[in-house]
């Protein structure tokens, strides 16, 4: 039976180069992105030879959300093989200059965004018996510098 996996934040960078390398291997892809637009192109790139992902808008800043899309994944295909918890943003600039909201919106994606689909995918994949949950950062992620400190 075919692999399946998630690759929230799909559609650009490395979720963009994650879900092209797993179509590869031949594991069928949900793209999950907020960015309808350019996640459908996505789609119909990958899907050019052989039926290999599918588009799900999803903003991960929204619990429900995310269960709902990673537990009808589950249910449509009855396996989830990969989580790849990638979506995320960074924001650059002097620290005083950052508002309350825009402090609320990174930590909301790029943490709870990664806490809500761990919560989820896990349950679904300690029940089924396997499956591999891929949390994301990029280098900028790994070490601290001047003008990116929150992410």
């Known amino acids: 039976m075919r692999k399946v996996a998630i690759v929230t934040g799909g559609v650009s960078g490395i979720g963009r180069a994650i879900c092209k390398e797993l179509v590869g291997r031949n594991v069928f892809v949900i793209i999950a992105d907020i960015n309808e637009h350019d996640g459908r ?40 093989d990969y ?34 689909g761990t919560q989820v995918g896990y349950q679904i994949m300690k029940e089924q018996g396997f499956g591999h949950i891929i949390n994301t950062s990029s280098a900028a992620g790994l070490g601290p510098s001047p003008i990116s400190t929150a992410y």
């Not at 790139?45 to 009808?72: M, P, R």
């Not at 943003?89 to 909301?108: C, H, L, P, R, T």
């Open 83 to 116: 989580l790849f918890n990638n979506a995320g943003i960074a924001m650059y600039g002097e620290i005083y200059d950052m508002s309350m909201d825009e402090w609320k919106n990174i930590v909301d994606l790029n943490l709870w965004g990664v806490i809500y």
């Open 41 to 80: 192109l996505l789609e119909a790139d990958l899907n050019k030879e052989a039926s290999n992902a599918q588009f799900i808008e999803l903003n991960v800043t929204d619990y429900k959300s995310v269960e709902h899309v990673i537990t009808n994944v589950y249910e449509e295909f009855q396996r989830l």
